[in-house]
């Protein structure tokens, strides 16, 4: 089956500018998180989503905001974007069931440039 | 934002050697995890581990949950060509529904 895939792969934007990126998790699939990977900072936590409800949120200020839709598709946007925002971005899709661990499988991620 | 800390940084190696890194944190994890990322890919899942003390193995690599639960090793015994990436540990602290926190990652470099 189809993995998780995330639109667009590469996005070039200017300082104040908004971004909106998307990601669609493997089918079935109802959790959706996102990541932000930096060469700094590695991989941190944004947010959760699971059946249109944010369920889990990193610290990262309130210029960064998603949604879940009906179908687990996923939008992350970034307002007033800053140099600092560049970075690639991962979503990451999970079966919700009874395992330990869901395990989480992600896409190959949204390189952001901001200029 | 809170990660773990993850040694070495980077290993350059021969191919045929083996290889260990390890991932230490200050809060105790109920499960740890070891990813894989390629470049221009996502992280892929490696190993999962549930218990402390917990030894798994996935062919050539071996994870184990430390007895503290605060830190994770990782072996890969015998080394090839296509292990080059970089090697992520990730803990949970809580099950199931907690938030992944992430190690800084090691990158691993095989020369033949």
């Known amino acids: 089956k189809a993995g998780v895939t995330q639109t667009p792969r590469y996005l070039i934007k200017t300082r104040g500018q908004q971004v909106t990126l998307s990601c669609s998790p493997i089918s079935g699939h109802r959790s959706v998180s996102w990541y932000q990977q930096t060469p700094g900072q590695g991989l941190q936590f944004l947010f959760e989503?699971?059946?249109?409800?944010?369920?889990n949120k990193g610290n990262f200020p309130g210029r960064f905001s998603g949604r879940q839709f009906s179908n687990s598709r996923s939008e992350m946007n970034v307002s007033t974007l800053e140099l600092g925002d560049s970075a690639l971005y991962l979503c990451a899709s999970s079966l919700e069931g009874l395992a330990l661990y869901n395990e989480q499988f992600f896409g190959p991620g949204t390189r952001l440039t901001v200029l | 934002g809170q990660q773990l800390n993850q040694s070495p940084q980077s290993m350059f190696i021969q191919e045929g050697e083996d290889v260990s890194m390890n991932c230490t944190s200050s809060s105790i994890f109920n499960t740890w995890l070891w990813y894989k990322q390629d470049p221009g890919e996502g992280p892929v899942l490696l190993i999962a581990l549930y218990k402390a003390g917990e030894l798994t193995s996935n062919g050539r690599l071996t994870a184990q949950f430390g007895i503290t639960r605060k830190d994770s090793f990782l072996n890969i015994s015998a080394s090839i060509p296509s292990d080059v990436g970089i090697y992520f540990c990730a803990g949970q602290l809580k099950p199931l529904t907690d938030k992944l926190i992430f190690g800084t990652g090691t990158r691993l470099q095989v020369f033949p």
């Open positions: 989503y699971f059946s249109e409800t944010q369920r």
